[in-house]
């Protein structure tokens, strides 16, 4: 259970909710610059997911399922 960024550990209780990086100011801040690169979508029957903002598959104007 260590942090995704710095490699600290992070505590079990953080851990289990989700958070994958520790407490480190530095830790949040690259976090939140690396989903600047990233969008929240909606797939059909499938819920939501998070996507590269720069994606083809978002350009191409096709649905999900279609050729």
């Known amino acids: 259970m260590d942090c995704t960024v710095c490699g600290n550990p992070v505590l079990p209780e ?3 909710i989700g958070y994958r990086y520790c407490f480190e100011p530095n830790c949040a801040h690259e976090l939140r610059e690396r989903q600047k690169n990233y969008v929240l979508i909606i797939l ?3 819920g939501f997911t998070y996507v590269e903002a720069n994606s083809p598959h978002l350009l ?3 649905s ?3 050729q």
């Open 60 to 62: 191409d104007g096709k």
């Open 64 to 66: 999900s399922g279609r």
């Open 44 to 46: 059909p029957k499938q």
């Open 14 to 16: 953080r851990w289990e």
